[in-house]
């Protein structure tokens, strides 16, 4: 079992800057691949970045390639995402999620998921 526990979110204005933070703790040497989903109301969940184990590896939606940055530290067990130049459009739940086999690129699948942090951007 792995648990996850995001945080970071909050409400700035179109062109703020959020940096999320997901601590994750138990079985984490099982874990192959961490990322970030998000799922605005009404919306489908999208994956918005993922990195690999070693870190060599990211993954980036269209939606946000350019603009975010997934980063991660080993020893703290942590991922990361940076998030400047925000839109409204990115305004969603943004969920720390984990796999055990493959990369985070996809909302379906995922092995593991943390409660999720509320990123609200104004305009």
């Known amino acids: 079992q792995v648990q996850l526990v995001e945080s970071g979110g909050g409400l700035v204005q179109a062109g703020g800057s959020l940096n999320l933070s997901c601590a994750a703790s138990g079985r984490t040497f099982s874990i192959a691949s961490l990322g970030w989903v998000r799922q605005a109301p009404g919306k489908e969940r999208e994956s918005v970045a993922a990195?690999?184990?070693?870190?060599?590896?990211?993954y980036y939606a269209e939606s946000v390639k350019g603009r975010f940055t997934i980063s991660r530290d080993n020893a703290k067990n942590t991922v990361y995402l940076r998030m400047p130049s925000l839109k409204p459009e990115d305004t969603a739940v943004y969920y720390c999620a984990a796999n055990r086999a493959t990369m985070v690129t996809r909302a379906d699948g995922v092995d593991y998921w943390g409660k999720g942090t509320l990123v609200t951007v104004s305009s």
């Open positions: 990195i690999s184990r070693t870190g060599g590896i990211t």
